[in-house]
């Protein structure tokens, strides 16, 4: 078990570009989250898939972003036209089928606006 | 509104000196509340699970116990390694897909 994987770790980009994260989940597990957490915050919920469904997304996702899960494996997030305030730790988390199972975390994706 | 709030912000203690975090919840329906470490640089680890008022959970030097209204993190004779920021979050049952509101964390220094 190699846990939850995320790449790139760090990610530097200038104002206005395109960026995209991977995030692997444990083998086993059919949930698949993405989080948001800004320094001294704990995580915000972004959204949310069961196998390759998108079941849920926070109003804190605009338009800019978009996830997929294709084959309901690995994701991707992914950010167009960065702005400053998209600077964060990008976390993804996975978890097995039923609500009350907890959710293991990979190691996030730090991004940086210039 | 689900909402957390964990206290204090930031602790510090001496190596050996037992102490408590506390975790505040007000959700419509508790499916369960979580505790997570988060090392600097790290996602977080996940602990502990409590489902029910009165359920107590421990692992090595930590305790976590619930209220209706409140989780309790007890740490009892802390070392230099117990330094982390650590995290509390709820689960609704309004919610079907298990999604997490976390509160803010506490920072917790221990010193040698």
């Known amino acids: 078990d190699t846990g939850v994987s995320q790449d790139p770790r760090h990610k530097i980009t200038k104002r206005g570009q395109n960026v995209t994260f991977r995030c692997d989940p444990i083998?086993?597990?059919?949930?698949l989250y993405w989080y948001r957490q800004t320094l001294g915050q704990g995580p915000e919920f972004l959204t949310y898939?069961?196998?390759?469904?998108?079941?849920?997304k926070s109003r804190l996702l605009s338009d800019r972003f978009s996830a997929e899960r294709p084959k309901g494996s690995f994701s991707t997030l992914e950010i167009q036209r960065t702005e400053q305030g998209d600077s964060a730790m990008y976390l993804c988390?996975?978890?097995?089928?039923?609500?009350?199972?907890?959710?293991?975390f990979g190691d996030g994706t730090r991004l940086s606006i210039l | 509104e689900d909402q957390v709030t964990q206290s204090p912000e930031a602790l510090r203690l001496q190596e050996g000196e037992s102490s408590s975090l506390n975790c505040s919840y007000t959700?419509?329906?508790?499916?369960?509340l979580f505790w997570y470490r988060q090392d600097p640089g790290k996602g977080p680890e996940f602990l502990f699970t409590?489902?029910?008022a009165g359920e107590e959970k421990e692992k090595e030097r930590l305790k976590a116990t619930l209220t209706k209204k409140e989780s309790f993190l007890h740490i009892t004779a802390p070392k230099p390694e117990d330094s982390a920021t650590y995290l509390c979050?709820?689960?609704?049952?309004?919610?079907?897909?298990?999604?997490?509101?976390f509160g803010q964390g506490t920072e917790l220094s221990v010193k040698p």
């Open positions: 988390a996975s978890s097995s089928g039923t609500d009350h199972q907890p959710q293991h």
């Open positions: 083998s086993e597990h059919n949930r």
């Open positions: 898939f069961q196998n390759e469904a998108q079941l849920e």
């Open positions: 959700v419509s329906g508790l499916r369960g």
């Open positions: 409590l489902y029910s």
């Open positions: 979050a709820v689960q609704s049952v309004r919610n079907q897909g298990g999604k997490l509101i």
